[in-house]
């Protein structure tokens, strides 16, 4: 008897050396393989007249073959088979090469469907190897992605063959979560999906399988969330932070409250504390971070705080101490570019306790920095850490609360799916009082006034940035290069101003060296690639200039202005940018028109699609067969909303009808691991 789970060298018609191009292909069982979707369909419904069809476009003709086939034997190795078929309207020449078995079951007078492309001319049209079906039922024919060793039509085959000898088709979606939400059962969906009779019948399949794909992922990883939290280290007793709150120079933003408020509750749960924060450039990460770490404080445990760079270290180091620092929390800085008797002292004090917060970079994740009692984690701008990087330093305290902030704002329903298993708070409320950055998006023939503008700046003791999205000069590149930038410029109308530049090709080091040069003013232009992005505070710029704007995503745009306006300051971001593309300014005007990170990466998210916008992006997701984060995100929102009642329903799965969701969820974890 044949199951979904039969091994799929025991279908009839696959042997050991199929099924092992079948399992390269991910299709290892008979349910793989009816999961296994049709990139496309062949629609034989739908003929056209021969004398209508455009050249060189593909269509389906029906026409009676009215001459015998001729076969050719054009040279060694390759045969031709010829005819000529007529509907009512013209005739065309057919060339088959090398389908023998085809040709010979062609039957002279007889009227067959012709898939392919018209060539030739009006005077005798021609078709070359094109698909041929029995004229008599016209359906609609799957179309499979193929690959060598096993054609479309091969799996097609096995596709039918699978559908008829399988006796049970066990169904993942609980019977009433089909009802609720007018799904069709799952035997019905993946004949459908494959054989549709009707269009009808293929909508309602695909809705019912994206909904079961995103509603087994959405599921899965709740588990995985509530499997992660172990027994935490230290729990916070006193969670009073108002001292805190009362000791700033300016009053939190609501956001700000509530999302101190959500970590502190995480630590006093007993369980560690798993939490992301996105926050937008600005939003205020820091002071959160801070508030944490006094908490810890106050409950006699330790707090680590790693940044992505030294400066951005230094400079949460100098906010540390001015927050907390002067209510008697011991915070110290340990940075790689520190003396080896400095870093010892700080190692010393805090093996045995002396210090509450250290502030650092990855140099905190050497193996000879140990914390006494480390219960908190926090890792400002995430996307430049690793996951394992993470992991080693949680590794270092028991079951450390962690905390994760990101200034990447990636939208809502997506956020909640990429960081699966972490909480997720949203800091989406800027701080009052801070001045819009005025943004204008110009084609190059402004450079010159846009110059007089940066100079009238510099010379009023404000400083810039401008942004080229190559390092060095490529052949046959219009693009801006940082490198032939900052000659020209330094050389050119800058020559007496201080010129730096920085990028990602440049040492370490030397990067360092020119960001802290630039922080501390002594440098007042600063031509940069994208290198400049992560969080560094520099208040006293004032302009963030733009080459080749059309060349950058819009989040990172988002992220380059944000490196302006963090002062005192009016400031201003221009966008230079030649592309005379529709979409390519509808997109620049998005970053014209909206402030708020999160609006942009809505909008960035619906121009581009979910596959472009996670592109390179670790995320750390399986590959979705059929659903597509962004355009079925309605159905992502109704199979979340089933995915939480059912969690509440039977959180253990342990129900019989949740026995195959279960299997399901096991088969998403398997892939999650494989990634
Ligand atoms: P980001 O979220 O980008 O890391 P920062 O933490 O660097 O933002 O904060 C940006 C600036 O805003 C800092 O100068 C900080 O002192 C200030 N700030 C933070 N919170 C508030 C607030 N509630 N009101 C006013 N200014 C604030
Ligand atoms: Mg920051």
């Known amino acids: 008897m044949l199951e979904l789970t039969t091994d799929i060298q025991y279908l009839k018609g696959v042997g050991e050396k199929r099924a092992n191009l079948l399992r390269k292909k991910g299709i290892d069982s008979v349910g793989a393989l009816l999961l296994y979707f049709p990139r496309a369909y062949l629609d034989w419904r739908h003929s056209t007249l021969l004398a209508e069809c455009p050249f060189a476009e593909t269509a389906v003709v029906k026409a009676k073959i009215v001459t015998p086939v001729r076969e050719r034997a054009v040279r060694k190795g390759m045969t031709l088979y010829q005819f000529l078929a007529e509907d009512e309207s013209a005739q065309m020449m057919v060339t088959l090469y090398n389908q023998k078995f085809l040709a010979e079951k062609l039957h002279v007078g007889a009227e067959y469907l012709f898939y392919g492309k018209v060539s030739g001319d009006f005077s005798l049209r021609q078709m070359s190897s094109p698909e041929i079906a029995e004229s008599t039922a016209p359906s609609i024919q799957p179309i499979y992605p193929a690959s060598p060793g096993v054609s479309s039509k091969m799996i097609e085959k096995l596709v039918r063959s699978a559908l008829s000898l399988c006796e049970t088709f066990p169904d993942i979606l609980p019977e009433e979560i089909r009802r609720r939400n007018g799904l069709c059962d799952y035997r019905y969906a993946v004949r459908s999906i494959h054989f549709p009779a009707l269009s009808e019948a293929l909508e309602s399949a695909k809705r ?48 700000q409250q509530r999302v101190i408020h959500e970590c502190v509750q995480d630590m ?220 020209n410029l330094k050389d050119g109308p800058f020559s007496s101003y201080s010129v730096g530049l920085l990028h990602g090709k440049m040492r370490p080091k030397d990067k360092e060296t020119v960001m802290r040069r630039f922080a501390a003013g002594e440098i007042g232009l600063l031509v940069s690639t994208t290198v400049v992005e992560v969080g560094v505070d520099v208040p006293n710029a004032t302009v963030m200039l733009i080459e080749n704007a059309e060349r950058f995503g819009l989040s990172q745009l988002h992220q380059l202005r944000g ?83 059912l969690f509440g329903e039977d959180p253990l799965l342990e129900k019989p009808e949740h026995d195959t969701l279960k299997k399901a969820i096991e088969t998403l974890y398997k892939r999650l691991n494989e990634n």
């Open 208 to 255: 019912r399988l994206v909904f079961e794909e995103l509603f087994v992922l959405q599921t899965g990883l709740s588990f995985l969330k509530k499997r992660q939290r172990s027994t935490a280290g230290f729990t916070v007793q006193n969670g009073d932070w108002k001292a805190f709150s009362q000791s700033l120079p300016f009053s939190l933003t609501g956001a």
């Open 268 to 487: 006093k749960s007993g369980r560690s504390m798993n939490r992301l924060v996105q926050g937008d450039v600005g939003s205020g990460k820091t002071a959160v971070a801070s508030a944490l770490c006094y908490v810890a404080a106050q409950n006699g445990f330790q707090a680590a705080f790693m940044a992505p760079t030294e400066i951005l270290a230094e400079q949460h180091f100098e906010t540390l101490q001015g927050m907390i620092g002067k209510m008697g929390v011991t915070c110290a800085l340990l940075t790689g570019s520190m003396t080896k008797k400095q870093k010892a002292q700080i190692k010393q004090d805090l093996q045995e306790g002396k210090i509450d917060v250290a502030i650092g970079t990855h140099a905190l994740l050497t193996d000879d920095v140990e914390f006494a009692r480390l219960g908190l984690v926090i890792t400002d701008e995430q996307h430049r850490f690793g996951v394992v990087q993470r992991g080693k330093l949680g590794a270092k305290g028991q079951n450390p609360h962690t905390l994760v902030m990101s200034a990447t704002p990636i939208p809502r329903t997506l956020g909640l799916i990429i960081y699966g298993d972490l909480d997720v708070s949203i800091l989406d409320e800027i701080p009052r009082g801070r001045q819009k950055i005025a943004t204008y998006c110009v084609d190059s023939s402004y450079r010159e006034r846009i110059y007089r503008f940066l100079l009238k700046q510099l010379q009023e003791g404000r400083q810039a940035y401008v942004v080229c999205p190559l390092v060095e000069e490529e052949e046959n590149s219009d693009l801006q290069s940082a490198e032939e930038y900052y000659e």
């Open 563 to 645: 490196r302006v306006g963090r002062g005192v300051y009016a400031s201003t971001c221009i966008l230079i940018s030649d592309s005379r593309s529709k979409d390519t300014l509808a997109r620049l005007r998005i970053i014209q028109n909206h402030h708020d990170g999160f609006v942009i990466a809505d909008e960035d998210l619906k121009l581009r699609g979910p596959g472009d916008f996670l592109g390179n992006r670790q995320h750390g997701l399986p590959e979705m067969k059929i659903a597509d984060l962004f355009a079925d995100r309605e159905i992502l929102h109704a199979a979340g909303l089933e995915s939480e009642r």
